[in-house]
């Protein structure tokens, strides 16, 4: 008789990290869904809050991304590895973006598809050369443009941390000079170093957040502790509380246009973030080759391909009056937070399993097609 496959006991992956990026996908998927924050022109509180609530899922991948900060011995080989698995997809699913932009534009054979959009690749190109997407809705994908300069970025970050771990001083400076200029450029409402989602101004708000990322996941031990699984949510829910409020006031003060204070590059933006990783290595405290972590460690290996064509699948969605319908239905039977919650609850659940459900098929394809 065969002998039988022996399940490893422990998982080469932490379950309590990948739970987090579990977690920063689904908001960045809230983030693309929620219902307009603005009623009459006016910040609507309920809806705001809401907008609090999924402003950091970015940050929560860039805090995974400094969990492993030191994790590399070849960084030709790592830097190969992320332009094939990471780059070249951005590219490969930015053709379906580029297709769907070229049929809303009203061409409709195969030939014009392609071939009819000037427009379209003239943008792609000017874009392209300033290290940006130019692809009309396929916004999203500046995180990978600034990811990849991180990459490039590695090998500083990689000296600075093994600089400052020599001595807990440096420790204490480096982290707390993070949190000091995310504050005071807070209070300057971003005009102090002018953060943004592209370029080295992109960069920069990363790197600061990949090192506090480096620094949670090395104090892991500390944060398993059971009272964090109360702690964290508690000081997440105050964060957004405290963001929102900052936000109505300057709405008040007169300035209507600044939102700046809800992206991930903020003060609040780290907080919050933070808290769902602290409370995730809170809840899952070891890398056991359980049921439950197994499955959290396989979901999340679909992330980034979610991450890639959600919106897409949103847009179908939208053509078919799908989005438009769900909202009026479920607003019509409640109006207020109840409702609103609702509809995000479910629009979040339908484009994370389709997404899920489309990576999946293409992937059995694919593995069928390389047997």
Known sequence: MPALKEHPTELKRDPAIELARLIGCLIVIGCHTYLPLKVNDRFEPGRLFFGMLFADGVAVFWLIGGAFLLNYTDYKKLLAGRIKKVLLPMFA??????????????????????????????????????????????????????????????????YTVKFVDRSRQRKILLVGGIILILAVNDLSRNRLVGFSLYRLRGLAGACLITLIGYYLYQAREFFKKRLFLIIAP?????????????????????????????????????IAASCILIFCMALIRDKKATACNRTICYLASYTFPIYLIHLLIRYVFDSVGLTKNLQHSVLTWNSGAAGEAVYLTIIISLLFWCSFFVVFIFRKIDKIRRL
């Open 93 to 158: 699913v930015g053709l379906l973006y580029f297709l769907y932009a070229s049929y809303k534009e009203g061409n409709r054979t195969v030939h014009d598809l392609i071939f009819n959009y000037e427009a379209g690749y003239k943008n792609v190109i000017d874009n392209l050369l300033k290290w940006k997407n130019g692809i009309t809705g396929y916004d999203h994908s500046w995180y990978i443009y600034v990811y990849m300069l991180l990459i490039v970025a590695l090998p500083v970050l990689k």
């Open 234 to 270: 508690a000081v997440f829910i105050v964060t957004n509380i405290l963001r929102e409020v900052v936000q109505l006031h300057r709405e008040a003060a007169g300035y209507v246009d600044d939102k700046s204070i809800m992206y991930w590059y903020t003060l609040f933006g780290l």
